[in-house]
């Protein structure tokens, strides 16, 4: 206890040692340069911790573990000052203030290497400004695609209100005109063949617009419908259920059906697959050739890209894709009028194969027929 | 006002077809009114009918709506245009239409059109137009 005291005590006397220059045999060179290079490791740190100090005044809310920053302003400049009293020791042998300041510094850098350990492993999962970069350019991307999915669903959105309003406005406008005739009739002519004609028409107009709402109500459960009975499903049962739903139609056609079936079952919606064959195939019969039996081929297998896919082909009427691809799948749009269609069909196959992340396509030629290429 | 005219209805939709033919019937101050179902069969009714000369059922007035399969509205003024410059410009094309799409207007826009009619038409439309 008595050393302890006199240690601190006389911690910055020097009666106890002679000055370094008279302890053993210094020549002046090796005692300049031990001194002079003391002097400059001291100065050295001291400007470190100077410029991290600059470093983290300056980005002070940005720069992460501050705390250890400034631990290792303490550890350097304390290290420093243990050079600067050996340097000083060759004229001022204060050998109790420099074990003092080693053990202060003892203590500051085992503090640092403690705490260095402890933020490793956050320091490992720090994202450089190379990979930082990367992430940026990778999100930029997505938001990119997102938005330009959002755009295209934008404009389905406004073709679809377009479309549907014209076709509820159609039979509305003539119904509106059929009044107005048949006001007209009932002021001047009162002829009853011509008035009973015009009720005749209003009402089919009135079922008209009946109809459009089904129709569109339909759509709207297709957007909405989960399609979650999801299975192995038998494309040549399903196909084979078809028929039988549309048997006065399939054998009034005396329709020919071939597979070729790499694949017989798909993990799919039957619901789903269901809805999109069934329109495929009836579409397919009622858009048949006047000089042909109809032949329906379906194929399901594996494309170059190794995806499924499922083609339905047939022989009949055909579609001139260079003047009408862009407007195959859009809302009430139809191509033949000599048989009875609503122009919905193959607009919801497209909402219900693309819900579910697949695609469908079509080759068509004017009277040699139409294969559409679903990829599932 | 003379009698002289002929008027083409072009549109899909036989109920709208109907109350025009009728309306302008009703008038009696036209020649002929007579429709076709698609841009097609109007083509090919005007190219007989007013080829090389005009003839008496060539259309001087025509009502012609949008969409229609087969050939639409704007497939056949694209046709007529090409095939009968002359045509285009001597007589009046009008659009008669139910909707008023902006994207449908700025389509047609590009054709000489004499005007945009709505469904349904009526004896008031149809006199405004003619005089």
């Known amino acids: 206890m008595e050393e302890v005291k006199e240690f601190f005590l006389k911690l910055l006397m020097n009666e106890a040692w002679p000055a370094r220059w008279f302890c053993g045999r210094w020549t002046n060179f090796h005692g300049w340069l031990y001194i002079l290079s003391s002097i400059t490791i001291w100065a050295a740190y001291f400007a470190i911790p100077l410029s991290f100090f600059y470093l983290i005044s300056k980005r002070k809310d940005e720069m992460p573990f501050v705390k250890i920053l400034w631990l290792f302003i303490l550890f350097i400049l304390s290290c420093g000052l243990t050079h600067f009293i050996d340097a000083l020791i060759f004229w001022y042998p204060v050998y109790r203030l420099s074990a003092f300041v080693l053990f202060i510094t003892a203590i500051i850098s085992w503090f640092a290497v403690i705490s260095l350990y402890k933020v490793l492993p956050l320091a490992l999962n720090l994202k450089s400004p190379l990979q930082l970069e990367s992430i940026v350019v990778e999100r930029t991307k997505q938001l990119e695609e997102s938005n330009n999915t959002l755009t295209r669903l934008n404009e389905e959105m406004d073709n679809f209100i377009y479309s549907a309003s014209h076709d509820l406005k159609s039979p509305i406008n003539n119904i509106e005109g059929l009044i107005q005739l048949l006001k007209d009739e009932l002021e001047n002519d009162n002829d009853p063949v011509i008035i009973n004609d015009l009720i005749r028409r209003i009402e089919s107009s009135t079922m008209r617009v009946k109809g459009t709402i089904v129709n569109l109500t339909d759509i709207v459960k297709v957007q909405t419908k989960p399609y979650d009975d999801v299975k192995e499903v038998s494309i040549r049962d399903l196909i084979e259920e078809i028929i039988d739903e549309n048997e006065i139609l399939v054998r009034l056609n005396a329709v020919m059906f071939r597979f070729d079936l790499k694949m017989e079952t798909v993990l799919y919606s039957r619901q789903a697959l269901k809805s999109v064959l069934y329109n495929l195939i009836v579409n397919a019969i009622k858009y048949r050739s006047p000089f042909r039996l109809p032949e329906i081929d379906i194929y399901c297998g594996y494309n170059a890209d190794n995806r499924i896919e499922i083609i339905i082909q047939d022989n009949g009427l055909g579609i001139d894709l260079n003047v009408n691809k862009d407007r195959l799948f859009t809302l009430f749009k139809r191509f033949h009028d000599h048989v009875e269609g609503s122009g919905i069909g193959l607009y919801m196959i497209k909402k219900i194969i693309e819900n579910k992340g697949g695609k469908i396509t079509v080759e068509s030629t004017v009277d040699v027929g139409t294969a559409f290429k679903i990829i599932i | ?131």
């Open chain 2, 1 to 131: 006002m003379n009698k002289q005219k002929s008027i083409l209805l072009i549109d899909d939709d036989v109920t709208s077809n109907f109350i025009s033919e009728l309306v302008i019937k009703k008038l009696s101050i036209f020649n002929s009114v007579r429709s076709a179902k698609n841009g097609k069969e109007a083509l090919d009714f005007i190219l007989d009918n007013c080829l090389p000369d005009y003839k008496e059922n060539c259309p001087q007035i025509i009502f012609l709506d949008l969409h229609m399969p087969v050939m639409d509205g704007f497939d056949f003024l694209e046709h007529l245009t090409l095939q009968m410059p002359h045509y285009v410009q001597a007589f009046k094309i009008f659009i008669l239409t139910s909707s008023s799409n902006p994207k449908d207007m700025e389509m047609a826009g590009k054709y000489k059109i004499d005007g945009y009619v709505v469904k349904p038409l009526n004896a008031e439309k149809v006199k405004e137009l003619i005089d």
